[in-house]
C-alpha cells in the first residue's frame, strides 16, 4: 500500500466507552500528525511525532486524548471515556521532513 | 494567535474559471498550503507557495503575498468533479515541526 491508512474507518462508542484509532503511515515517513475535523470545517491539529518521538500535542483537547508512536512508525490515538463532543472524523498525515502531509482517509467516530 | 479566512461557499459554471481566496494572519510563517478534499474522503495535496508569486500547476495555480497574508487558488477550465471543498492551510515554524492550521474551507459547487 503506497499511501496512509487508518482503522477502523467507522467507530461507533457509547458514551464513556474508550476508543483506540490506529494509522499507518506511507513508508519512511519520519513525521506523523493527528488531526480532527468537525462537520463543515477544516482540520485542526491534534498531536505530531517525528519517529517515536511526540514533539507537540498542544492540540489534544483534554487529557482524554492520548497519543503514541512507539516504534516511530504505526501509531494509535487513544480516547478515554468519549464524550458525543468527541464525534468527528479524525485523519492521520504523514510526510517526510518539511514536505506535504498525505492524509489517510480518515476515521469517522460517532458517540452515542 | 492565528486567523485564516476563506469564503464559505462558491458557485462556477463547467468550463469557466474560479480564484478562491485566503488570508491569514500568524507568526513564524513557513509556506502555505491548498488541500482539495471531497465528501467524505482524505484532503490531497494541491500547491504549495513558500515564496512570493505565482505556481502552476496545470489547470491549478497559486498565488502568495507574504506581505499581505494573502493567497488565492486558481482553478481553469472546471470541471464537474473539481466539486469539492478546498482547503487553504498555513504551515508555521514552532518548536515541534511544521503544523498546519486550516482553514475552514470553501466548498464549490460546479454547475452545467
Known amino acids: 500500500g503506497a499511501g496512509v491508512s487508518q482503522s477502523p474507518r467507522y467507530k461507533v462508542a457509547k458514551r464513556g466507552q474508550d476508543v483506540a484509532l490506529r494509522c499507518d503511515p506511507i513508508?519512511?515517513?519520519?513525521?506523523l500528525f493527528w488531526y480532527q475535523q468537525a462537520l463543515g470545517q477544516g482540520p485542526e491539529f491534534l498531536t505530531y511525532?517525528?519517529?517515536?518521538?511526540?514533539?507537540?500535542k498542544s492540540g489534544l483537547p483534554s487529557d482524554r486524548f492520548f497519543a503514541e508512536r512507539p516504534e516511530g512508525s504505526v501509531s494509535t490515538l487513544k480516547i478515554q471515556r468519549t464524550q458525543q463532543e468527541d464525534s468527528a472524523v479524525y485523519l492521520c498525515?504523514?510526510?517526510?521532513?518539511?514536505?506535504?502531509?498525505?492524509f489517510g482517509p480518515g476515521t469517522r467516530l460517532t458517540v452515542l | 494567535g492565528q486567523n485564516i479566512d476563506q469564503p464559505t461557499e462558491m458557485t462556477a459554471t463547467e468550463g469557466a474559471i474560479v480564484q478562491i481566496n485566503c488570508t491569514y494572519q500568524?507568526?513564524?510563517?513557513?509556506?502555505l498550503f491548498w488541500y482539495q478534499q471531497h465528501a467524505g474522503e482524505a484532503p490531497t495535496f494541491l500547491s504549495y507557495n513558500v515564496l512570493d508569486g505565482l505556481e502552476e500547476k496545470g489547470r491549478f495555480s497559486s498565488f502568495l503575498s507574504r506581505s499581505k497574508g494573502y493567497s488565492y487558488l486558481l482553478l481553469k477550465e472546471l470541471q464537474m468533479k473539481d466539486s469539492a471543498s478546498y482547503l487553504c492551510?498555513?504551515?508555521?515554524?514552532?518548536?515541534?515541526?511544521?503544523?498546519?492550521?486550516f482553514g475552514t474551507g470553501t466548498q464549490l459547487k460546479v454547475e452545467l
Open positions: 511525532f517525528q519517529n517515536e518521538a511526540q514533539l507537540d
Open positions: 513508508s519512511g515517513h519520519v513525521s
Open positions: 500568524t507568526s513564524g510563517f513557513n509556506g
Open positions: 498525515a504523514s510526510s517526510t521532513y518539511g514536505d506535504e502531509q498525505f
Open positions: 492551510a498555513v504551515r508555521r515554524i514552532t518548536g515541534g515541526g511544521n503544523k498546519l492550521t
